[in-house]
Nanobody, 123 residues
């Protein structure tokens, strides 16, 4: 069993930055692919970014160049640095863990989920 706890969300003006953190406990964190997803009101959950155990990354086109995913296996933590935020980035952000070693962009592929953290970007 893996427990994931996100933090770092909040309210920020357009153009600003936030860094989300996701602390993991339980089984061996370093072997997981870790993903970030988001869900805005009235919209489907969507893939944002993911990072494998050996730090390979993948991003959604909508955040490429603005968001950076990273991980610190010694701290069992994955991060999402979000820069140049836009109002359309407003959503609840979730981290998720996938036992696979490849990056997958569909939420159904992930085995464990955090409770989510709200990010609101004002215009």
């Amino acid at each position: 069993q893996v427990q994931l706890v996100e933090s770092g969300g909040g309210l920020v003006q357009a153009g600003g930055s936030l860094r989300l953190s996701c602390a993991a406990s339980g089984r061996t964190f370093s072997s997981y692919t870790m993903g970030w997803f988001r869900q805005a009101p009235g919209k489907e959950r969507e893939f944002v970014a993911a990072i494998t155990w050996n730090h390979r990354t993948r991003y959604a086109d909508s955040v490429q160049g603005r968001f950076t995913v990273s991980r610190d296996n010694a701290k069992n933590t994955v991060y999402l640095q979000m820069n140049t935020l836009k109002p359309e980035d407003t959503a609840v952000y979730y981290c998720a863990a996938d036992l696979s070693e490849v990056v997958r962009t569909t939420g159904d592929a992930y085995d464990y989920w955090g409770q989510g953290t709200q990010v609101t970007v004002s215009s």
